[in-house]
């Protein structure tokens, strides 16, 4: 039995973490096996890539550096759970994906969207999820939220237009890449989820 790839993107701050418990309820419901990853980490080794990706004290990181480290914990996320979980038929959902390398590294920093695939399509061996959904959220006001939560991590403390030019590029992305669904993330949690429940069968 094949099992469910379901990844959620968004701004910093747009519900993507509340949305995958409400996801992950419904299919628990369901009678389905539910697994919850994010990006970067997910495993013991993608955590240690996480640490040195997220940490503020790294503001010298050369951005292709930023982009390969992403690559590599995804690698390691992939072969060492990703792969296992969906050929035992579970439900796997995931806060970020390739989609966030392509418009944080490709678009925010510049580096170009199909250099950034390129290494990204040889780290996910090829595997795609079934259901991509784009939280659209100002950014300003996700930013404003999660900065509020935790003090964010070195890129969520980046100047607004990087993180402007993260949101539009997601906004382009979703022309390009038809299993991007978005959704009006400014509403009512239950409003939100309520279509996005739609979106999910199995």
Known sequence: MEGRFIVLEGSDGSGKSTMADRIGKYFSEKGHHIEFTREPGGTQISEKIRELILDRDNTEMDYRTEALLYAASRAQLIS???IPWLKEGKVVISER???SS????GLGRGLGIDEVKKINDFATAGIKPDLVI????DPEKALKRKLCID???RLENEDIT????????YKELSSHFP???TIDGERTIDEIFEEIKGLLTI
Do not use: P
């Open 80 to 82: 060492e759970k990703i």
């Open 97 to 99: 994906y390739v989609y």
């Open 102 to 105: 392509l418009v944080y590294q």
């Open 134 to 137: 784009f939280l659209d959220v």
């Open 151 to 153: 003090g964010g991590d």
């Open 162 to 169: 990087f993180h402007k030019s993260v949101y539009e590029g």
């Open 179 to 181: 299993e991007i669904i």
